[in-house]
């Protein structure tokens, strides 16, 4: 079985005294886990805490974990295996992004129904994860982590969009992003998501596509959809 033995925490200036808690829960953590503990001083938002935590990885992957979801038990084993099985056959292949089952605050599944991301060859990746976010999520994804740091991690000027916005900057240069068929990750929606204000997610769409160029995005479209 596969197990992870580096653990990057990166307490980003909570208010709520879960940081008193992770201490007591590091207390008890196996001893053969390599633990790094990153205390922010201010609030410093979500694409840099990750890119803090992932630059000073020294794991061939990195797996992304929010804070307020719940993993599967078999999440860790399943992204590694998943990743390396496919890299096998397609070695351009460096992302993974498990499904995801949506929970209420309280912890109750709001739709039994899990999302799954939607899998194209690399031809036709980048024109349908241009037109719409096809899955990318940071919650459970496992990236390859010399290429997250080749290519400049998340970009921490966006909010909410930073994950498509790497799948896109990935695709874009050619790798592949393989979206797993099942669930692995409760994803806790609620009122203090970023991704439910509409305003911050068109605001984070019009940034993406200007980042890019509003002509080079026409041409991917139009090139991709030609056929």
Not at 26 to 36: A, C, G, Q, S
Request: aromatic share 12%.
């Amino acid at each position: 079985t596969a197990s992870f033995r580096e653990l990057i925490i990166v307490e980003d200036c909570s208010s709520d005294g879960s940081f008193d808690v992770l201490l007591k829960f590091l207390r008890n953590m196996r001893k053969d886990i390599d633990v790094k503990l990153i205390k922010h001083h201010k609030n410093s938002g979500a694409a840099y805490s990750y890119n803090h935590g992932a630059f000073i990885s020294e794991s061939k992957y990195v797996i992304f974990f929010d804070q307020d979801d719940k993993a599967f038990p078999e999440m860790i084993e399943e992204l590694y295996y998943s990743i390396e099985n496919v890299r096998e056959r397609k070695h351009e292949y460096v992302v993974a992004v498990p499904g995801v089952v949506e929970i209420d605050e309280n912890g109750k599944i709001i739709n039994e129904r899990p999302i799954i991301g939607e899998n194209f060859s690399l031809s036709k990746l980048l024109p349908n994860l241009i037109v719409r976010n096809r899955g990318c999520r940071t919650g459970g994804m496992i990236v390859d982590t010399k290429i997250f740091k080749k290519i400049g991690g998340f970009d921490e000027n966006i909010k909410s969009a930073m994950d498509w916005e790497l799948c896109l900057r990935l695709a874009m240069e050619g790798y592949g992003i393989y979206f797993l068929n099942k669930p692995l990750l409760f994803y806790r929606r609620h009122t203090k998501n970023i991704t439910v204000n509409p305003k911050i997610g068109l605001e984070d769409a019009m940034t993406v596509y200007e980042k890019i160029g509003i002509d080079k995005v026409k041409q991917i479209i139009f090139e991709g959809f030609e056929d």
